[in-house]
C-alpha cells in the first residue's frame, strides 16, 4: 500500500499540473469509487469547480475544490490505485476508474488495478480525517508526544505505529525502515522502551521519511509513483545482509503483517509475549512501474 512518502511524491506531482485549473466534467467508470458523496451526483458536484489546493493528509490526497458551494475531494489509493494527468484526448486504459477533465485539456486519470482505491467528496474534510493521528513530519511529533502517545500501552511498537489513529502516513515499510534504523525490535512492547528510545524513534522516523520523500518514494506499491529511487535498507531483503552489521536480515511475522529486521542490530526482547514464526529466503516484493 502506497504510504506518506508515495502519496507525499503524488500531491507534489498534481500540485504543478492540476492547481488553479476547473473542471469541466467527471465520468465515473466504476462507482464503488466514490465511496462518499453529498447530494447531488459526484459529476454534477464537481463540473465547474476550480481545484485551489492539493495537499496530504496522512495517506490521502487532498483537493481543495471552489464553486457554488466549496467540496473537498479525497482520494485513497489503497493498493494500487494512481493519479496521472494526461491528455484529455488519450484513450480510456482498462484500468481507469474515474477521469477528471480539466480546463486546460488536460484530465486526472484515477487508475485502480485491484478496485480497492475510493474518493470521498464532501464539503466538511473532517467528516474524512477527523480519524487521523498526528503528521510524523510535522512540528508537533516531539519525542514527548510520541512516548505520550505509546509509551502506556503493552501492544508491539510496531502495530502501535502502523495505527492511523495514532501516527497518520505510516505504513509497513517506513515502520520497519524505522525501527532497524533506531535498533529497536517490532515484537517491543511499547510500555518497555526507555525515554532514551523514544526519541532516537522519533528521529528514524522523520529522517526515513524525509529521505524517500526527496527521492519520490519506493516503487514498492505497484506503480504508484514513477521512478521512485528510494532503496530500503531491510524491507524485502530477507536473506541478505545487514548494511550496518553485516547480520542476516530476517522476516517475521508481526500483527499478520510481514516485517523485515536484523536480530543482530535488533535483538527480541525478553517481554515480547508474540509467538512468530521466523522464514528465511522469502521473496522479495516484486517491483513494478508505471510510466506517465
Same mark, same amino acid.
Given at each position: ?16 499540473? *492540476? @492547481?488553479? +485549473? /476547473?473542471? #469541466?466534467?467527471?465520468?465515473? $467508470?466504476?462507482? &464503488?469509487?466514490? =465511496? ?97 493521528? *498526528? @503528521?510524523? +513530519? /510535522?512540528? #508537533?511529533?516531539?519525542?514527548? $508526544?510520541?512516548? &505520550?502517545?505509546? =509509551? ?108 523485515? $529486521? ?31
Amino acid at each position: 500500500m502506497p504510504e506518506l512518502p508515495e502519496v507525499e511524491s503524488t500531491v507534489r506531482y498534481l500540485k504543478e499540473r *492540476v @492547481e488553479g +485549473l /476547473s473542471i #469541466e466534467r467527471a465520468v465515473i $467508470l466504476w462507482h &464503488r469509487t466514490i =465511496a462518499l458523496n453529498r447530494g447531488k451526483s459526484f459529476s454534477q458536484q464537481v463540473a465547474g469547480a476550480t481545484i485551489t489546493e492539493v495537499f496530504r493528509r496522512g495517506k490521502l490526497v487532498g483537493m481543495r475544490l471552489a464553486g457554488a458551494s466549496d467540496q473537498f475531494l479525497f482520494t485513497h489509493l489503497r493498493m494500487s490505485g494512481s493519479l496521472d494527468v494526461l491528455p484529455s484526448s488519450f484513450d480510456v486504459a482498462p484500468h481507469d476508474r474515474v477521469i477528471i477533465f480539466l480546463s486546460n485539456g488536460k484530465s486526472i486519470r484515477f487508475n485502480d488495478t485491484r478496485k480497492f482505491g475510493r474518493m470521498y467528496l464532501t464539503p466538511s474534510p473532517d467528516e474524512v480525517v477527523r480519524s487521523l493521528g *498526528v @503528521e510524523p +513530519l /510535522s512540528a #508537533e511529533f516531539t519525542p514527548e $508526544l510520541l512516548q &505520550r502517545l505509546l =509509551a502506556g500501552r503493552k501492544r508491539a511498537i510496531k502495530p502501535a505505529l502502523l495505527d492511523q489513529s495514532l501516527i497518520a502516513g505510516l505504513g509497513n515499510i517506513y515502520v520497519d525502515e524505522s525501527l532497524w534504523r533506531s535498533g529497536i525490535h517490532p515484537l517491543s512492547p511499547c510500555s518497555s522502551l526507555p525515554e532514551d528510545a523514544w526519541r532516537s524513534l522519533r528521529r528514524s522516523i522523520q529522517e526515513i521519511l524525509s529521505e524517500a520523500v526527496s527521492l519520490l518514494g519506493t516503487d514498492f506499491g505497484d506503480g504508484v509513483v514513477d521512478g521512485g529511487m528510494y532503496r530500503p535498507s531491510v524491507y524485502g531483503r530477507t536473506g541478505e545482509r545487514c548494511p550496518r552489521c553485516s547480520g542476516e536480515i530476517s522476516r517475521i511475522v508481526v500483527g499478520q503483517r510481514g516485517t523485515h $529486521l536484523c536480530l543482530s542490530c535488533q535483538p527480541k526482547p525478553r517481554k515480547a509475549r508474540h509467538r512468530v514464526k521466523l522464514t528465511r529466503g522469502a521473496k522479495a516484493p516484486s517491483q513494478k512501474r508505471r510510466k506517465r
